[in-house]
């Protein structure tokens, strides 16, 4: 009886000892990060929503008064001058979203400047976005809060070469998160896409600094979740055998996008008639006519998103469906020429546009089929975003988790994620890369 008793544990034989945690030194480390992340980013997102909005007013007057054309031609080619004169001088890392650059960097095969990534970054990145060209804030987002994390890493706590990625790390969770005001998706997309690992002492640093960075967010836009969708219902039973085939045609669309996506590079090398640093020239162009007709279409764009939700309002289905096909075909073909383009700018919002547009087109069909009742058609948006976008991206987790936080309602959960899985399995059965920036990280030519 006694040997028995003396291998009991204790409490106080389990338990560590108080301040004793791992990850505890990098906590303060991570708010720093986000904090100052969350300022950054949250500037680079409220003047990017002002300048959209600013757009609105631009173009239905220029549409009026043709002669205001010339000076706004004038303008775009002086921002393509000035965003080749900036990019000219790091592409590598400058050109395109960041994340695949930020992967080299985790794989320990490419090492960045973060000041001058930083600085040249935010600014071509409003130049670029700010005129309404197809490109998501997020990817520059992500990339600024890595170089922030990196800067503080190498100018201020100097940590062991064991965790010299961890506050990059912290950083990319920041970035996102104040981009989004998703500090739970924020954390996940970082270990779901980049470290592909579930380390306490990344998931804790890497969430706090989210928190943190979405916090600091607060004194640009508040609480309200950055795309707030009322839902009045939910889909009923009857309509999940037809949910399984719109999911079957998003993975087929989403297998399109990355297909096309990875022949980018080869397609514009045939542009030689400008010189590199400036193949922007191109969407700079072909948005202006597409302003004209709708500004609402242009930038990443949560305006967009917002201007198909309430066109169900005007009960025409077969016309807001034909209205939907155009909008999908303008920002499809719109985002691949502006990112195969010399240009910095993210896909995950413009991702998320195509996804919503192929939701709601899916919604309209099944209503006026009688399929569903008209009541869920803001459900199909969401739906569609999330399931585009986990196919799309290769990171199902990280969007149901996005569109949940960006709606600000779990109420659509089972759906969203029926739906994701079965776009997600589609388009990797076709041969689609399990994560779309491996593949663009893979184009890249990296030096150590």
Known sequence: ???????????????????????????GAGILVGLVTGLVVGAFRWIIDQTLKLLTIIYPWMASHPVWLIPYVLGSLVIVFLIGQIIKVDPLDLVGSGVPQIKAILLDKHHMNWWLVLWRKFVSGLLTICPGLFLGREGPCIQIGAC????????VFKPSKKDRHLLLQCGVAAGLSAAFSAPLAATVFLLEELTHTFQIKVWVSAFVAAIASDLATFLFFGTRPCLYLPFKAQIPASAYPWLLLVGVIMGLCAYAFQYILFNLKWWYQKLTVVPKEYHCLLPFMLVIPVGLWNPHLL??????????????????????????????????????????????GGIFMPIFVLGSILGALAGVLMIHAGVLPASCCLNMVAIGMAAYFGAAEGAPFSAILLVTEMVGSISQIFPMVLLTFVAYYTSMLLGARTSIYDGLREEMVFEN
Do not use: C
Request: glycine share 12%; no cysteine; hydrophobic share 45%.
């Open 299 to 344: 930038g990443g764009s949560h305006d967009l998103i917002v201007y198909v939700t309430q066109m169900f309002s005007r009960g025409n289905w077969l016309s807001i469906a034909g209205l939907l096909g155009i909008f999908l075909v303008l920002r499809f073909a719109g985002t691949m020429i502006a990112y195969g383009s010399t240009v910095p």
């Open 148 to 155: 922030i994390g990196q800067g503080f890493s190498e100018r």
């Open 1 to 27: 009886m006694s040997s028995k008793s003396a291998t009991v544990k204790r409490s106080a034989d389990i338990l560590r000892r108080p301040f004793t945690a791992p990850f505890l030194n990098y906590v």
